[in-house]
């Protein structure tokens, strides 16, 4: 084959297609196999390829200049662990010239130009103590390619290659000083790509080379409070990473940061968008701030900074109003007191004195759920069972009239366990015992402990966690019931082999509400991401869903949506006992009359359906299988339930809609046969009036369904042959005729095309 290659790109009759397509092909070759696989045949490939990279047509040099790339981290990998080509002298010193004379070059193609950048870059990243001779000359080039406005972006990203090469240490000092101002202006333009690339290097730089000029990083400094915005939340990250950079590696030039950057973090973290990797981002910072000794980021400082609008306001500010807000804020509280070692004590004390006189201090609910979450999240990682009060304290506020304050209560309680379990841990469940009233924000305290089983050994007190537990999983309140199968599933989770055949004994219990809880508790046990239980409830599950068939409506509810969650996160759990569940699923597709009640309300009757939230519940099942089990989904008698649906209530008709969209597009051969049956209850649907007396949510509602319809109309439409459907095309000619409905179909066909083609690729199924 490589000698095909090479004929295909050196033989002069060979068109600049054949060359760009071969050259495009050994890319992919040359980056989708074994480095050992590739290397014996790079001395054969590289004449060729820097044959191609002096082609006149830029199409071909392109082309050959991103498989030098490949071919050189072939040569020699990032990754040490990988042989390195026992010729890479040789080989660097040949490639050099040929990718050198294209960089210098001004009056070429943008690709070229462009490739030729990151070609250089790669080789001195990968294979530049070869060509340590050269350096002197080749630097400097990418410092003017910096300055062009065209070449700028692929020069920060070149330069960036550079300087993190773990196999190479190349010195860029020389030209730093010039290039960071420049960096700098690029933290202004209003090119996205721009920016990121350019905090990325800049934190890579100072990563690498430690201490820099403190004049130069002013201008960056001052350029990054305009990116530390809820408005971009990658580039608040990027930018918080670059100042943690700073505070390990130079600590003194972030002193102007007190009045340059935390003004704009006070207001970012305040943001309901504030958490996962940029809040993280944020903590981080604050973590390395906190132990550079510097007297204006003391962590009393710092705490004051961050609390100040809570001690001077009596009233919820609005800035802070969002629940997620505060749980930012009570994190960042405890990164500072917890990171100065001494610090966290006395600030949860403070807290504590505060909640005790919140009556008297006349503490807004904003302030308490602040203080109990600050507490919670430094309890997580210092002992607290010192405090004076603390217990009590919090419990004290269950009884709060505030709900957001409860469940901040809880919140706190749960992680302040965390951090002494022996001292907290077994009084939390002797009061759930004396305290039946605070069940549910207890169960949400010990809920936080089972979390947390990644991080702290609960094994000594899971027994006595399961029978407090099982002693409320037959609580009347659903809700209740729910956070009690949501720590059943999460101690399952961690020791399967316990707990997995005691819940499964449970499924024979006379109670409804036990059997409820439990099967609700085996939805917790599948998540995503793969799990040392998944091979033992691979076995299992069978057993569980059989309350598909339970005589109880919501145990047989609850076993629709575990079924559901398998086939969505784990279809490899259901895929063989689909054709036992299958028919127990269609079966809870059906309207049932004896479910079906009429109840009086003044002088009106209303009818009230039991069964709409377990057909809900059968329908949205479906719509997953549809996704995640296709090939063993008998589609005839599918599509006859989803015709079913099609006259049911809004929720499923919604759902259905959706369905027959997917089914047109993924199996289409099924559908067109069936469109007669599909078309009518569309037809319904689209061509129902609303009675003139109706309020504006039933025209609202109405305009919704309409348009769920018409996308499944258009769909069926462009079904190969469906033009040969004469009462499908009659029913589309009609919509266009219309003038109501062309502007409605008008408007969903925009919405359809601006959203892209369809991917998705049709099965036929026979």
Known sequence: ??????????????????????????????????????????????????????????????????????????????????????????????????????????????????????????????????????????????????????????????????????????????VIGEAIPVLSSFLRKNQRALKLATLSLIDT????????????????????????????????????????????HQPQTLEQATTVCMPSIKILVRSSLMQGAALNALLDFLRALVKTDIPVFSPNHLLTLFLEPEKSSSKIDSSTSHKQSYYSLAKCISVISVGSGTTALSVAKSFVADLGNSVKSNL?????????????????????????????????????????????????????????????????????????????????????????????????????????????????????????????????????????????????SPSNLLRTTVVTAVKFTIVDQPQAIDPILKNTIGDFLQSLADPDLNVRRVALVAFNSAAHNKPALIRDLLPQLLPQLYVETVVRKELI????????????????????????????????????????????????????????????????????????????????????????TITLKVKANSVKQEYEKQDELKRAALRAVMSLSSIPDADKHIPLMEFVAHIKNTPDLQVLYDSVQNDVSGIGTNNDVPMQVE
């Open 205 to 248: 730089l100072v990563k690498r080379y430690g201490v820099l000029d403190s004049s130069l990083l002013e201008n960056v400094i001052n350029e990054l409070s305009p990116l530390l915005s809820e408005s971009d939340l990658h580039s608040a990250q990027q930018a918080l990473q670059l100042m943690t950079s700073l505070a390990v």
């Open 364 to 508: 807004s609910d904003a302030q308490i759920i602040i203080a109990l979450l600050s507490i919670g999240e430094i309890g997580r990682h210092v002992d607290l069972s010192q405090v004076a009060e603390l217990r009590g304290t919090i419990l004290q506020l269950f009884s709060n009239s505030s709900e957001e304050v409860k469940t901040a209560a809880a919140y706190s309680l749960g992680s302040v366990a965390i951090g002494n379990l022996e001292a907290f841990l077994p009084a939390l469940l002797r009061e759930m015992e004396a305290q039946p009233k605070k069940q549910y924000l207890l169960l949400h305290a010990l809920k936080e402990i089972i979390s947390a089983q990644q991080h702290v050994n609960i094994s000594v007190y899971t027994e006595n966690i399961w029978a407090t537990l099982f002693a409320h999983a037959e609580c009347p309140e659903e809700g209740t019931r729910n956070v009690v199968a949501e720590c059943l599933g999460r101690l399952t989770l961690a020791n399967p082999l316990e707990f997995l055949p005691r819940l499964k004994n449970a499924l024979l």
């Open 1 to 174: 084959m490589m000698n095909g290659i090479i004929i295909c790109l050196t033989d002069r009759g060979s068109t600049s297609n054949v060359k760009t397509n071969t050259l495009s092909f050994l890319y992919c070759i040359m980056n989708s196999h074994p480095v050992e696989v590739v290397q014996p045949h790079v001395e054969v490939l590289l004449p060729s390829l820097l044959q191609c990279a002096g082609d006149n047509f830029y199409k071909v040099t392109s082309e050959a200049l991103l498989a030098l790339q490949v071919l050189i981290r072939v040569v020699r990998s990032a990754d040490t662990t990988l042989p390195e080509h026992l010729s890479s002298a040789r080989i660097a010193q040949e490639i050099y010239p040929a990718v050198l004379q294209r960089l210098k070059a001004t009056d070429i193609d943008q690709e070229v130009k462009e490739t030729a950048i990151t070609t250089m870059a790669t080789l001195l990243a990968h294979l530049g103590q070869y060509i340590q001779e050269v350096w002197p000359t080749c630097i400097p080039i990418f410092l003017d390619r910096l300055k062009n406005e065209i070449t700028r972006l692929t020069a920060v990203k070149a330069m960036n290659l550079i300087a993190s090469s773990t196999v190479v240490d190349l010195d860029m000092r020389g």
């Open 597 to 684: 009640r009429e109840v009086e309300m003044g002088p009106f009757k209303h009818s009230v359906d039991d069964g709409l939230d377990l057909r809900k519940a059968a329908f949205e099942c479906m719509y997953t299988l549809l996704d995640s089990c296709l090939d063993r989904l008998e589609i005839r008698d599918f599509i006859t339930h989803v015709e079913n649906g099609l006259r049911d209530h809004y929720d499923i008709k919604m759902l259905t809609y959706l369905m027959v969209a997917r089914l047109a597009s993924l199996c289409p051969s099924q559908v067109v046969h069936r469109l007669d049956r599909l078309i009518e209850p569309l037809k319904s």
